[in-house]
């Protein structure tokens, strides 16, 4: 089974709205990453989170991460039509060589 | 402009086939990687590099092959023996490690005829 799975598998807002993504793994991680995929697209790094840290901010995203859970959320704040994407957390197993991919969340913002 | 190209878009394969997908960089990274993405799904690793001439099966390898011969080029090769090509390839490159951010080419999407 993946070792970081995303919750929910789709999720659809009105704009303006915030919309909260959440993943969830199995093993100790070095550190959790989060990437947006448009449709037909190549992936785009949003934020990286070290297992020391509990939160981290970028515009208008903020993530958060529970090593004791072994979970971590993704917020986008004041959602735009721009944000429609495939949101997707990858985490690094500790002593692996890669890094993990969820099956992502797919996210649609209606105007 | 700085990043990673791969060509080409959209690729068709006939049975039997060996194709080449190219993967280029110019953001000076040490490690460049190959993932492959079926609908639906998350990313799954097929082949990394750390470092030019040497590389590492990922965790679906099989019907596949790669060389780097140059540090900016990682070129993947999908044999005949991969029987269930259809799917999207993503490469993606990082300064040295799994550890750093990853940056994603925009994909090549191989379809079989």
């Known amino acids: 089974s993946q070792q970081g799975e995303e919750d929910p598998q789709a999720l659809s807002i009105q704009e303006g709205e915030n919309a909260t993504m959440n993943c969830s793994y199995k093993?100790?991680?070095?550190?959790l990453q989060w990437y947006r995929q448009n449709s037909g697209r190549g992936l785009v790094h949003l934020i990286l989170i070290r297992s020391n840290e509990r939160e981290k901010h970028s515009g208008r995203l903020r993530v958060t991460l529970d090593t004791s859970k072994k979970s971590s959320s993704l917020l986008i704040t004041a959602s735009r039509a721009a944000d429609t994407a495939s949101y997707f957390c990858a985490t690094i197993i500790q002593g692996a060589q890669k890094l993990v991919f969820g099956q992502g969340t797919r996210l649609t913002i209606n105007p | 402009d700085g990043g990673i190209t791969q060509s080409p878009k959209y690729l068709f394969r006939k049975e039997g086939q060996n194709v080449t997908l190219s993967c280029e960089q110019n953001?000076?990274?040490?490690?460049m990687y190959w993932y492959r993405q079926d609908p639906g799904q998350g990313l799954r690793l097929i082949y990394y590099?750390?470092?030019?001439?040497?590389?590492q099966k990922g965790d679906i390898a099989e019907g596949y092959s790669v060389s780097r011969e140059k540090k900016e080029s990682f070129p993947l090769t999908v044999t005949s023996a991969q029987k269930n090509p259809t799917a999207f390839y993503l490469c993606a490159s990082s300064t040295w490690s799994f550890q750093e951010t990853q940056y994603f080419g925009p994909g090549t999407r191989l379809l079989v005829l």
């Open positions: 093993t100790s991680i070095n550190n």
């Open positions: 953001l000076n990274h040490d490690a």
């Open positions: 590099s750390q470092i030019v001439n040497d590389f």
